[in-house]
């Protein structure tokens, strides 16, 4: 398959995923305010979750350096 | 007609609470783990990091010991519909087994088949495959909790329903109206986030166990990070949603929020205490002890400061008039049944809101049949009638109390410890570590409370105003419902001692000591799987 038509299916895809996503945040958003709260807090408490661990990673990396720093 | 043995509607009522109780303590772990799960691997697919793996596996072998059993105790509780609850079913069953029939079909499946993957497809999923299916599991076993939760709400609030005098049974008129109905999304919603909140504690409190004994300690700290903010978020979630179930039931579950609360006379705004401690007497209807937090009840319920909460009392006496129409309700239904006269039908249909009073009136009605109840009888037969409109006081106010404190209690807990990880000062506060283990039961318990408040506050009625709880059961014997629930106990009790000591005895052996036998145990099966495609 040519990469340009790769490509483009790869956007027709996102495109698609975009309209369903719209499609469902007027719907759900409508007629089930909370299902779409959870929708969204779900993934919301995922990535501060997620991002924590992230974040610990850092600190880390951080401590370490400082550790290596006063040890020189 | 003859009623239900009584004893047996009390076995059953007992033996489903059993069940359910039990299988409750299983579902909130698993709705919380599988997102808890999900956030630890998108780390890992998003940073590289052979930690997180080592950390997705591990809680995912936990929430595969967890899933199994609460599958086991799932199944029991879908057939008692239909063996201990049969007039319920007949009278319900089109509106109720609507979503549990979506529940096995659509979640279930979707959920046990991605589950296999999400254990034993480590090795041979792509990382995102291998994560889109661990977003699978966690929406499959949501969903699967969604159509449960859907179902309850039909039995709380009922809509999208209507009576047919021809079929004696609800038929169902709108699955829109059932699934976006607001008791179903604020109940499911609260029931979720509650699981994250159980799962969270899971994680944090075996951490500590690690911390404590210092081992494990760089899977510990960052498992310990991650389900503190999980946790802490929703249990924000957890108390928004509860008082959104609380206005909600103030709306549309006038006898439930008044047992709630131990409110005997309806309040008088905007003084009206909260009641933050008494013992209500279901038999005086008043609370003794009572200690209550003035100007907190009217805004806490209403979310305003002059509307009064009705009083049990006053319901009491509101229902008066519904028990007398309910009456002339089920005479005309009776007629109607012997007939089939447009007069008869046009009378039921003009008393029809009210039937679900007429059944209650049936205890005390002659030969309980309330179309042979003599006019010099009726006043005392609809005081007699009254009081059964009320659900147990006492648990329905100390069940919810517990919970409220427990809810409370999770917020500060914590908050405190994303405060310590975030610092890096968990380690040198030991005790808020040996607090964490101890915690870890809490959230399950309080999800059991919660359910105690839900179901025992929509006491007398199986289906809220239209079918009492006495009249839902199956006729069987006595001797027959001891010994299905002997056998209940029994095998229960075996199945949570397997929990326990399986859940017990992976988390103290940790994952590094579990590897090297996983990694045997896969190895195994392959080389299995090739004799085999070599014997071929």
């Known amino acids: 398959m040519p990469r340009y038509l790769s490509t483009l299916l790869k956007l027709a895809g996102l495109a698609l995923a975009l309209v369903i996503a719209l499609l469902f945040a007027v719907f759900v958003g409508d007629q089930g305010p909370w299902y779409f709260a959870w929708v969204i807090g779900t993934v919301m408490i995922i990535l501060i979750s997620a991002s924590g661990a992230a974040l610990f990673d850092a600190q880390e990396q951080r401590n370490n350096l400082l550790n290596k720093e006063n040890q020189s | 007609m003859d009623l239900i043995n009584p004893h047996v509607v009390d076995l059953s009522r007992f033996q489903f609470a059993m069940t359910a109780l039990y299988h409750f303590m299983f579902v909130p772990l698993t709705l919380g783990l599988t997102f808890l799960l999900a956030a630890i691997e998108t780390v890992y697919v998003v940073t590289g990091r052979e930690i997180y793996r080592k950390m997705a596996k591990f809680w995912g072998h936990l929430f595969a010991i967890n899933f199994a059993l609460g599958v086991a105790t799932g199944l029991t509780m879908e057939f008692e519909f239909g063996t201990n609850w049969s007039m319920y079913s007949h009278f319900f069953g089109d509106l109720f087994g609507t979503p549990l029939a979506l529940e096995g079909l659509m979640a279930f499946f979707m959920e046990s088949t991605f589950v296999g993957l999400l254990v034993f497809g480590w090795d041979r999923l792509s990382r995102a495959s291998h994560l889109a299916v661990t977003y699978l599991v966690a929406a499959g076993s949501n969903l699967s909790a969604l159509w449960i939760l859907i179902a309850n709400a039909g039995m709380n609030v009922p809509e999208g329903t209507h009576f047919d005098p021809d079929t004696m049974r609800m038929q169902f008129d709108s699955f829109v109206h059932l699934v976006f109905s607001e008791d179903a999304q604020a109940k499911f919603v609260h029931t979720s986030v509650a699981g994250y909140v159980a799962a969270s504690m899971l994680i944090m409190g ?9 081992q494990h300690r760089e899977m510990a700290l960052r498992s310990f990070r991650i389900a503190t903010l999980f946790g802490l978020i929703s249990s924000v979630a957890v108390i928004t949603l509860g008082d959104v179930l609380g206005r909600m039931d103030y709306q549309k579950q006038p006898t439930k929020i008044a047992a709630i609360e131990g409110l005997w006379h309806t309040s008088k705004p905007p003084f009206a205490p909260w009641a933050a401690f008494a013992l209500p007497d279901d038999a005086k209807q008043e609370n003794h002890l009572e200690i209550g937090i003035p100007f907190v009840l009217t805004p806490l319920i209403t979310h305003s400061f002059n509307q009064p909460i009705t009083g049990m009392r006053e319901l009491e ?32 249909r003009a008393h029809e809101d009210d039937m679900g009073y007429g059944f209650l009136a049936m205890r005390h009605s002659p030969g309980q049949d309330v179309s042979t ?15 059964d409109i009320l659900p147990n006081v006492f648990v329905t106010f100390w069940s919810f109390r517990i919970m409220v404190v427990l809810g409370g209690y999770f917020f500060i807990f914590f908050a405190f410890t994303t405060l310590l990880s975030l610092r890096n000062k968990l380690e040198s506060n030991r005790w808020i570590l040996k607090l964490a283990v101890w915690s870890i039961p809490l959230p399950v318990m309080a999800t059991e409370f919660g359910w105690i408040t839900a179901e025992a506050g929509r006491q007398p009625w199986t289906v809220f105003n239209r079918l009492p709880t006495f009249l839902s059961s199956s006729s069987h014997t006595v001797s027959y419902m001891t010994f299905s629930l002997a056998g209940f106990i029994l095998l229960y009790s075996v199945l949570i001692v397997a929990e326990f000591y399986l859940m017990f005895r992976f988390a103290r052996r940790g994952p590094e000591t579990h590897e090297p036998q996983e990694q045997n145990s896969q190895d195994s099966v392959v080389s299995n799987l090739n004799i085999v495609q070599g014997g071929h």
């Open chain 2, 206 to 214: 075996i951490s500590a166990f690690y911390l404590l004994r210092r």
């Open chain 2, 317 to 348: 006496e509101q229902a008066d008039p519904h028990i007398r129409s309910g009456i002339i309700a089920l005479t005309a239904l009776k007629h109607y049944g012997e007939t089939h006269s447009k007069q008869d039908l046009a009378d039921f």
């Open chain 2, 373 to 387: 109840i003599p006019a010099s009888e009726l006043d005392r037969i609809v005081k007699q009638t009254q009081p």
